[in-house]
């Protein structure tokens, strides 16, 4: 069983479209994240998230919005997709319980932006 | 703010060759953890070791060793008799107690062992 999944794999899509990507973890973790990799593999995390707080990185556009249905899933929302947008968007899961453990990876989701 | 600098962007070794690759790490906090993440051609990010600050020992596992030195900021990663299979994109990482949960990155350094 795939501990952090990701659909779609591979998304290609034009400017200016909306568009969402699903995160789910079976790991029975409490906190989830969505890091975004650019074409330098830079890797920056967009949010963090738990059933008691949203923390944002000031630097993600309005555009971006995680979606969290229950805890096992954390999606996330692009509105009026740009070009820019193009990267490999990775969600991830961890315990949060007052020390840090490993952050489990899903495989990622390579946007394409047209 | 919390910052992770991997000053080498990327190293060609040869097979079997010993090779560190280096981190240095920026934090206020004095509780943090660091970590070492790989990820190979393939994509995906695989989780290789968690240290917290104030635990110094180094450590190894099999090929790999990890060398955390408070003192320098840095918690560099070797991998001695290096192979092809190594090749991939190694990350270092960190995390603070007040960064709110934020995973902060290095650039990366590409690891590449030629056969």
């Known amino acids: 069983d795939t501990a952090v999944s990701q659909t779609p794999k591979y998304l290609v899509t034009q400017m200016g479209n909306d568009k969402s990507i699903k995160c789910e973890q079976n790991?029975?973790?409490?906190?989830m994240y969505w890091y975004k990799q650019d074409s330098k593999k830079f890797l920056k995390i967009m949010f963090s998230y738990n059933n008691k707080e949203l923390i944002i990185n000031e630097t993600v556009p309005n555009r971006f919005s995680p979606k969290s249905p229950d805890k096992a899933h954390l999606n996330l929302h692009i509105n009026s997709l740009e070009l820019g947008d193009s990267a490999v968007y990775f969600c991830a899961s961890s315990h949060r319980s007052g020390t840090y453990g490993e952050l489990f990876f899903g495989e990622g989701s390579r946007l394409t932006v047209l | 703010a919390q910052k992770v600098t991997q000053a080498q962007t990327e190293i060609s070794v040869v097979e079997k060759e010993d090779v560190t690759l280096d981190c240095v790490y920026e934090t206020r906090d004095t509780t943090y953890y660091l970590f070492w993440y790989k990820q190979p051609p393939s994509g995906e990010l695989v989780f290789l070791i968690r240290r917290n600050s104030f635990d110094e020992q180094n450590e190894i596992s099999g090929r790999y060793s990890w060398n955390f030195q408070k003192s320098t900021s840095s918690f560099n990663f070797t991998i001695t008799a290096s192979q092809v299979v190594d090749s991939a994109v190694y990350f270092c990482a960190l995390i603070s107690n007040n960064a709110g949960n934020m995973l902060t990155f290095g650039g990366g350094t590409r690891l590449m062992v030629k056969p």
């Open positions: 790991l029975g973790h409490d906190t």
